[in-house]
């Protein structure tokens, strides 16, 4: 599985991005999928995931109430909508697949990763 992950850019604090994440090789359909990212010098962190049939997201408290997660299996491709955003949300965001169809924010969880896409948000 290859995974592409666009949409990144320069946005003003309190504006909105919308990212995406388009898999190809096969289907995600049974994968859950998530969303890190890391900011300079920090850790990868974790900020989404949800479920291969999209009933279970979750959020890190970072991110909870801005950011939604979903999923269009129909075109093997995620979304991460992130609107009020904060300075603190600058990072490169990377996508993920992982191995089973339910997942949460462990690293180990997911084998395929995109190559990220940067995202700034000036004050």
């Known amino acids: 599985v290859q995974l592409q992950a666009s949409g990144g850019g320069l946005v003003q604090a309190g504006g909105s991005l919308r990212l995406s994440c388009a898999a190809s090789?096969?289907?995600?359909?049974?994968?859950?999928m998530g969303w890190y990212r890391r900011g300079a010098g920090k850790e990868r962190e974790f900020v989404a995931a949800i479920s291969f049939d999209s009933r279970s997201p979750i959020y890190a408290d970072s991110v909870k109430g801005r950011f939604t997660i979903s999923r269009d299996n129909a075109k093997n491709s995620m979304f991460l909508q992130m609107n009020s955003l904060k300075p603190e949300d600058t990072a490169v965001y990377y996508c993920?697949?992982?191995?089973?169809?339910?997942?949460?924010?462990?690293?180990?969880?997911?084998?395929?990763w995109g190559q990220g896409t940067q995202v700034t948000v000036s004050s």
């Open positions: 090789g096969r289907t995600i359909s049974n994968n859950a």
């Open positions: 993920a697949a992982a191995r089973g169809s339910y997942s949460g924010d462990d690293v180990g969880d997911y084998r395929y």
